[in-house]
């Protein structure tokens, strides 16, 4: 798939209006399917029941902070687009029946954070990606158990929850890694939602990074009227990649309104 740079790179050279916007970036949190489905199901779980859920929104330190795309039962995945980047995503089976439940959490990144251009924006998220690589110089994830992310020292291996990612994991201290703006806010955030989601804080939680790629510090500039792009007929920007979601639902929403206009401009004449 293409990143962000390459969207950027292809779409400027044709001379577009391509504005920078804000992002999110943060890690994957793993914690015991089990242990979610006792949280979620007040400890009332039945293998017949569905896996367990969860999904918040908070504020911390002026930024929101917010799960994305959990993944019941599901895995950490490796989901780099390039050589000398290390990106992180999540997924489940069909069945979700995995050992461990994981979701993004994400702390906000505002335009001011990169001097609110695009080539700042992309740095931004690619020297966060890099950072990740050179850990081990390899597609190997930088992890750190909640605890030891928590009082700011490096993990030397996982407590009871085993990591997912298939490429294998480096114990590391993600502080060193991440922004300190974002290390804070997730520090905070998982502090916080302990006292709502009860444990989430567990010590043996553990936190692979790096996710930046929830959405892009871009946006193809698109008619409002029409939905169609502003330098090209027929071309309609739509989703996360062209800036216009968040996530797999509000991807499928503005899927869905472009569709329709699709249908609005060109049915058939009666």
Sequence with gaps: GHSARDIYEMFDRKGWEIPAKGFALGVRVEHPQSLINKIQYHGK?????????????TQ??????????????????????SQGKLVVNGMSMHA???????????????????????????????????????????????????????LNRPSTNCGV??????LGVVYTNLHDILPSFVAEGLAEAIVKLGKKLKRYD???????????????PLRMTRNPDNL???????????GEGAGYAGGIVSAAIDGIRCAEAIIETYQPMS
């Design 202 to 216: 567990d010590p043996d939680a553990l936190m692979t990074g790096v996710e930046t790629r929830s959405a892009a």
């Design 60 to 81: 911390v330190l002026e930024r929101g902070v917010f799960s994305f795309c959990m993944c019941p039962g599901g895995y950490v995945v490796a989901s780099a687009s």
């Design 96 to 150: 979700r029946s995995g050992e461990n439940a994981n979701a993004a959490l994400l702390v906000q990144v505002k335009e001011e954070d990169y001097g609110n251009t695009i080539e700042g924006g992309l740095r931004f998220q690619e020297a966060m990606e890099e950072a990740a690589f050179k850990v081990s110089s390899d597609f190997k994830a930088p992890c750190q158990r909640v605890e030891d992310f928590l």
């Design 228 to 238: 169609q792009a502003i330098n090209m007929q027929q071309l309609y920007p739509c």
């Design 161 to 166: 929850v085993k990591p997912t990612y298939p």
């Design 45 to 57: 779980y039945q293998p017949e029941m569905p896996t367990a859920e969860y999904s918040f929104v």
